[in-house]
T-cell receptor, first 113, second 113 residues
Framework: AQSVTQLDSQVPVFEEAPVELRCNYS??????LFWYVQYPNQGLQLLLK??????LVKGINGFEAEFNKSQTSFHLRKPSVHISDTAEYFC???????????FGRGTSLIVHP | KAGVTQTPRYLIKTRGQQVTLSCSPI?????VSWYQQTPGQGLQFLFE???????NKGNFPGRFSGRQFSNSRSEMNVSTLELGDSALYLC????????????FGDGTRLSIL
């Protein structure tokens, strides 16, 4: 069965600094990978997805993620964060043939001025 | 296209009561999933409906039930409410394929007094 580990529960960073949010998964089959963002009092919004092809995936709001099959990781990065990026970020994994993705526990990104 | 709509946004109930939450998926989406989100447990999968049939089920007691109508709208019912049922309940829809991301509503915040 698949599992998802988001290694950091909270990541504080200063505005305009780069950030990386880490996600590792365990699965023995091919996977589909997603990153979502959740702002206060809202649902989850899709940032980006990896289905196949290029391992570097670009998403909305300047975020990108790289799929590393050998390390079973899908880390999210942004070269320069803004105050408005403060939110909760969730990594999710779906195995081929499984209709239900598994979500990580989330990483709270806190951007300080 | 309109997004996923959940009603009501906020709800206050007392222990022992029952509650029904509603979700209207994105037009054309036949899969609707429900999640419970709490600070302690994160995102937990409740169940998924596809074409009016429950396709997957999480590890929740029988007090939690759901259904889907022919127009893909879904309802979730919780009977004999407990204090621990206080949570944000999220609904997500997609077109049914396991490699497609879910689209989330803004949730219903349920508070049990």
């Amino acid at each position: 069965a698949q599992s998802v580990t988001q290694l950091d529960s909270q990541v504080p960073v200063f505005e305009e600094a780069p950030v990386e949010l880490r996600c590792n998964y365990s699965s023995s089959v091919s996977v589909y990978l997603f990153w979502y963002v959740q702002y206060p009092n809202q649902g989850l919004q899709l940032l980006l997805k990896y289905l196949s092809g290029s391992t570097l995936v670009k998403g909305i709001n300047g975020f990108e993620a790289e799929f590393n099959k050998s390390q079973t990781s899908f880390h999210l990065r942004k070269p320069s964060v803004h105050i408005s990026d403060t939110a909760e970020y969730f990594c999710a994994v779906s195995e081929g043939g499984s209709y239900i993705p598994t979500f990580g526990r989330g990483t709270s990104l806190i951007v300080h001025p | 296209k309109a997004g996923v709509t959940q009603t009501p946004r906020y709800l206050i109930k007392t222990r022992g009561q029952q509650v029904t939450l509603s979700c209207s998926p994105i037009s054309g989406h036949r899969s609707v999933s429900w999640y419970q989100q709490t600070p302690g447990q994160g995102l937990q999968f409740l169940f998924e409906y596809f074409s009016e049939t429950q396709r997957n089920k999480g590890n929740f007691p029988g007090r939690f039930s759901g259904r889907q109508f022919s127009n893909s709208r879904s309802e979730m019912n919780v009977s004999t409410l407990e204090l621990g049922d206080s949570a944000l309940y999220l609904c997500a829809s997609r077109d049914g394929d396991d490699n497609q991301p879910q689209h989330f509503g803004d949730g219903t915040r349920l508070s049990i007094l």
